[in-house]
């Protein structure tokens, strides 16, 4: 069953740099796409951007392009996601989420990690 | 970019009552890349449904999905407790590869 876990919250600085882990287990790794997604308190998801951990490629939302970076440790089979320029706009649960490559659809989520930006 | 709108943006209704949720996009696009999720409060989303109609793994029947085009439906028939929550349609394309509506809150009324 596949599986994954993410880093534990984070406060950070305005200014500063947040990076949010995803440990994925049970499956092959390279054989999904790991996406993030935003949802700040109250409101709805929003999507920040993905990795093929099979050739690195990755993909962002515009909203979010060059201030996010998203990559993956094959290594490890761990994905990252990493936001700087923090403002309290990016206070908001991170999730991750599986999309078996070839599908359409997220089969899997972490449990989210919150980050507050104070 | 495809947006998703979803109506009603909040359901009030009884146990044991339907509910039909909507989902409008801006654009035509495969019902293959329409999905459906389920949020709880304090909880990650969790699939329902994808390519418009077909059920997750342990999806109970009462769920089901329908629509082409621009216009889907997430139908629940005889709601259960457990089915108050916030829903969320979702789109994958081309650019930006994910879309999400704005989310109906299921209530109890």
């Known amino acids: 069953e596949v599986h994954l876990e993410q880093s534990g919250a984070e406060v950070k600085k305005p200014g500063t740099t947040v990076k949010i882990s995803c440990k994925v287990s049970g499956y092959t790794f390279v054989e999904y796409y790991i996406h993030w997604v935003k949802q700040a308190p109250g409101k709805g998801l929003e999507w920040v951007g993905l990795?093929?951990?099979?050739?690195?490629?990755?993909r962002y939302a515009e909203k979010f392009r060059g201030r996010v970076t998203v990559t993956a440790d094959t290594s490890a089979d761990i994905a990252y996601v990493q936001l700087s320029s923090l403002s309290s706009e990016d206070t908001a649960v991170y999730f991750c989420a599986s999309v078996v490559s070839g599908t359409t659809h997220f089969d899997s989520w972490g449990q989210g990690t919150p980050v507050t930006v104070s | 970019e495809v947006v998703l709108t979803q109506s009603p943006d909040t359901l009030s209704l009884s146990p044991g009552e339907s509910a039909t949720l909507s989902c409008r996009a801006s654009e035509i696009f495969s019902s293959d890349y329409l999905a459906w999720l389920q949020q709880k409060p304090g909880q990650a989303p969790r699939l329902l449904i994808y390519?418009?109609?077909t059920r997750a793994t342990g999806i109970p029947d009462r769920f089901s999905g329908s629509g082409s085009g621009t216009d889907f439906i997430l139908t629940i028939s005889r709601l259960e407790p457990e089915d108050f929550a916030v829903y969320y349609c979702q789109q994958y394309g081309a650019s930006p590869p994910v879309s999400f509506g704005q989310g109906t809150r299921v209530e109890i009324k």
């Open positions: 990795v093929d951990p099979e050739d690195g490629e990755t």
């Open positions: 390519a418009a109609s």
